[in-house]
């Protein structure tokens, strides 16, 4: 149905030529799902891109896409009109900046299908319902009439999905398409796309970082490296017995659900033989855990509750009450690990944001190294901010764009008085630099200039910056490829090592909490569902709310 050859991309920019894909060749066949993985950088969107048409105006494109033995790089913008989201369907990677916010859900899915087949508005309309339906859309009559904003990210992506089947395409390509996701509804998008192959009999590209996630659904795989193809295979074959060593760095990568390693290995790792397969032992950690809860907790959450007040009278007449975070209560010790787990909406973020004083609790108390800081004055909150830092999930946006990112590290150190003049701090941010795996020529650079790895560390570095006692981890991670988030996460347990720091660890992926956390809380509808040994919850969940979160985890054939 699509076959790939000796295709290369490059982009022209400045007289200077960067070759992004290096002659890779694949096939699709009819009612097949082709699962192409590998990191951010290796080519696999870019790929996608080149198939629709879609490359901007600088690119190069030499070889050749054969798309039912018609050839796709010279097609006019005109002819490739028919064949997008008619005969070829995407679902990006991010539904809210995919959707057009000012439209009705309804209206957007609406349109594709005016302009592709000769069908009456209300003929549409109707065949727009059946689509949310098909996709398990609840109320699919309401949701036609929503924005984008009114319903939540996995309805999002379901919506997405409407659009892409609309016109019944006979190849869909899924770019990262469960990415920023909860586990369950991940689980629930990848049970969908399945079932619609099934019925509609279309075949499927499926593009992610996630190797085990990918082969939970795909019937053979191509693994990218740096543009190119450096093995692909039956997926069950290839995920048994991987030959190559970067597709045993990406299987290896994220955290194992049996044993707990001392350090995750890395691709660097793999490609350079180096790996230490030392394990955290039950032993080690029995007597670390003996150690720090010995002592007084750093911090005590009593019976904290966070409501807001939601003004639905536009849509309903009255006002509702959302009790974001309700009746949560624990302790958390000085050089612990607590993770926080439960799907998006359960209370994790807010909670996260109560304890830092940016969001005002409406009951409870917390107590910090034995003060209650529910009530603090503006000194009192100055000084709290610069012992409890956060770690924001996205970096790019947490950074100004116009300052060197040396910069921003030093800006909070000079309104908190750390150091006494301008080249103590910049030697200082040398150091820390250093620390996050980062070198002295990046502190004069900007952020568009790094990676979302290196971001990441920058992100890092300014939250440690302060000498902070307690860092709460926002999903810090939950959008990095897996090799670069097994590099932040083993960067995070060095850092705790050495300056004795404490986590809150707040994240939707189950097998990174598990990797990091002393002690576990899961949450749900803004209570606590479960609390304890990270290790027992996982081996011995007592409430079903939390089974359902273990077994959505994508584990793949190799077991993990």
Same mark, same amino acid.
């Given at each position: 149905m699509l076959k790939v050859q000796d295709l290369v991309i490059s982009f022209k920019s400045n007289n200077k030529i960067t070759t992004v894909v290096d002659h890779i060749s694949f096939e699709l066949k009819e009612q097949q799902i082709l699962g192409i993985v590998g990191e951010s950088g290796s080519g696999k969107s870019v790929t996608s891109l080149a198939?629709?048409?879609l490359l901007s105006k600088n690119a190069q494109v030499e070889g050749s896409i054969l798309f039912n033995k018609s050839e796709l790089t010279n097609l006019s913008e005109k002819a490739f009109q028919k064949i997008r989201g008619n005969q070829i369907s995407m679902i990006f990677q991010e539904p809210m900046s995919s959707l057009n916010p000012s439209l009705t859900c309804g209206f957007q899915v609406l349109e594709i299908l005016l302009q592709h087949k000769n069908i =009456?508005?209300?003929?549409a309309k109707n065949e727009v319902i059946n689509l949310f339906n098909k996709v398990k859309l609840p109320r699919a009559e309401v949701i036609f009439n929503q924005y984008p904003h009114q319903i939540s990210g996995g309805q999002k992506q379901r919506v997405m999905i409407a659009m892409a089947i609309a016109c019944k395409p006979q190849i869909l390509i899924a770019d990262e398409p469960t990415t920023a996701l909860d586990v369950t509804v991940q689980k629930e998008i990848i049970e969908l796309l399945k079932e619609l192959q099934q019925e509609t009999k279309m075949s499927i590209i499926f593009i992610t970082h996630d190797l085990a996630l990918v082969s939970e659904i795909a019937d053979t795989v191509v693994v990218m490296y740096q543009g190119k193809i450096v093995e692909q295979g039956n997926a069950k074959q290839l995920f048994i017995s991987p030959k190559n060593n970067y597709t045993k760095a990406l299987i290896n990568s994220k955290p194992s659900l049996t044993q707990?390693?001392?350090?995750?290995?890395? *691709?660097?790792?793999?490609?350079?033989?180096?790996?230490d397969n030392k394990v955290y032992t039950t032993e080690e950690r029995t007597d670390f855990h003996?150690?720090?809860?010995?002592?007084?907790?750093?911090?005590? *959450? #009593?019976?904290?509750?966070?409501?807001? #007040?939601?003004? #639905?009278?536009?849509?309903?007449?009255?006002? =509702?009450?959302?009790?974001? *975070?309700? #009746?949560? =209560?624990?302790?958390l010790f000085e050089g612990e690990t607590l993770g926080l787990v439960g799907e998006s909406g359960c209370g994790k973020t807010t909670l996260g944001r109560t304890i830092l004083h940016l969001e005002k609790a409406t009951k409870g108390t917390i107590f910090y190294r034995k003060k209650d800081?529910?009530?603090l004055s503006k000194s009192e909150l100055k000084s709290f901010r610069k012992e409890v830092q956060i770690i924001f999930q996205d970096p790019f946006s947490s950074l100004n764009p116009?300052?060197?990112?040396?910069?921003?590290?030093m800006e909070p150190m000079k309104v908190h008085g750390i150091l006494a003049s301008a080249e103590e701090r910049k030697q200082y941010v040398f150091d820390i630099l250093n620390c996050v795996g980062l070198t002295k020529e990046h502190f004069y650079r900007y952020p568009h200039e790094f990676s979302g790895g290196q971001r990441q560390r920058i992100g890092i570095a300014r939250t440690i910056a302060l000498k902070p006692k307690l860092i709460i981890c926002d999903e810090s991670v939950s959008a990095l490829d897996v090799s670069v988030q097994a590099q932040v996460l083993n960067l995070l347990n060095q850092l705790k090592k050495d300056f004795g720091f404490t986590y809150i660890f707040i994240s939707h992926d189950l097998a990174v909490v598990k990797y990091m956390a002393d002690q576990l809380v899961v949450m749900n509808k803004g209570k606590i569902e479960e609390i304890g040994d990270a290790d027992a919850i996982y081996a011995n969940p007592n409430k079903d709310y939390t089974k359902k979160l273990i077994d959505a985890i994508p584990k793949g054939i190799v077991g993990n």
């Amino acid at each position: 149905m699509l076959k790939v050859q000796d295709l290369v991309i490059s982009f022209k920019s400045n007289n200077k030529i960067t070759t992004v894909v290096d002659h890779i060749s694949f096939e699709l066949k009819e009612q097949q799902i082709l699962g192409i993985v590998g990191e951010s950088g290796s080519g696999k969107s870019v790929t996608s891109l080149a198939i629709l048409g879609l490359l901007s105006k600088n690119a190069q494109v030499e070889g050749s896409i054969l798309f039912n033995k018609s050839e796709l790089t010279n097609l006019s913008e005109k002819a490739f009109q028919k064949i997008r989201g008619n005969q070829i369907s995407m679902i990006f990677q991010e539904p809210m900046s995919s959707l057009n916010p000012s439209l009705t859900c309804g209206f957007q899915v609406l349109e594709i299908l005016l302009q592709h087949k000769n069908i =009456s508005k209300s003929a549409a309309k109707n065949e727009v319902i059946n689509l949310f339906n098909k996709v398990k859309l609840p109320r699919a009559e309401v949701i036609f009439n929503q924005y984008p904003h009114q319903i939540s990210g996995g309805q999002k992506q379901r919506v997405m999905i409407a659009m892409a089947i609309a016109c019944k395409p006979q190849i869909l390509i899924a770019d990262e398409p469960t990415t920023a996701l909860d586990v369950t509804v991940q689980k629930e998008i990848i049970e969908l796309l399945k079932e619609l192959q099934q019925e509609t009999k279309m075949s499927i590209i499926f593009i992610t970082h996630d190797l085990a996630l990918v082969s939970e659904i795909a019937d053979t795989v191509v693994v990218m490296y740096q543009g190119k193809i450096v093995e692909q295979g039956n997926a069950k074959q290839l995920f048994i017995s991987p030959k190559n060593n970067y597709t045993k760095a990406l299987i290896n990568s994220k955290p194992s659900l049996t044993q707990r390693l001392k350090k995750l290995p890395t *691709v660097k790792d793999f490609i350079d033989q180096t790996i230490d397969n030392k394990v955290y032992t039950t032993e080690e950690r029995t007597d670390f855990h003996q150690k720090i809860y010995s002592k007084k907790p750093l911090l005590e *959450v #009593n019976n904290l509750a966070t409501y807001f #007040n939601s003004d #639905n009278s536009f849509f309903f007449g009255k006002k =509702s009450e959302v009790k974001a *975070v309700d #009746n949560v =209560s624990f302790q958390l010790f000085e050089g612990e690990t607590l993770g926080l787990v439960g799907e998006s909406g359960c209370g994790k973020t807010t909670l996260g944001r109560t304890i830092l004083h940016l969001e005002k609790a409406t009951k409870g108390t917390i107590f910090y190294r034995k003060k209650d800081i529910t009530n603090l004055s503006k000194s009192e909150l100055k000084s709290f901010r610069k012992e409890v830092q956060i770690i924001f999930q996205d970096p790019f946006s947490s950074l100004n764009p116009r300052i060197p990112v040396g910069e921003a590290i030093m800006e909070p150190m000079k309104v908190h008085g750390i150091l006494a003049s301008a080249e103590e701090r910049k030697q200082y941010v040398f150091d820390i630099l250093n620390c996050v795996g980062l070198t002295k020529e990046h502190f004069y650079r900007y952020p568009h200039e790094f990676s979302g790895g290196q971001r990441q560390r920058i992100g890092i570095a300014r939250t440690i910056a302060l000498k902070p006692k307690l860092i709460i981890c926002d999903e810090s991670v939950s959008a990095l490829d897996v090799s670069v988030q097994a590099q932040v996460l083993n960067l995070l347990n060095q850092l705790k090592k050495d300056f004795g720091f404490t986590y809150i660890f707040i994240s939707h992926d189950l097998a990174v909490v598990k990797y990091m956390a002393d002690q576990l809380v899961v949450m749900n509808k803004g209570k606590i569902e479960e609390i304890g040994d990270a290790d027992a919850i996982y081996a011995n969940p007592n409430k079903d709310y939390t089974k359902k979160l273990i077994d959505a985890i994508p584990k793949g054939i190799v077991g993990n």
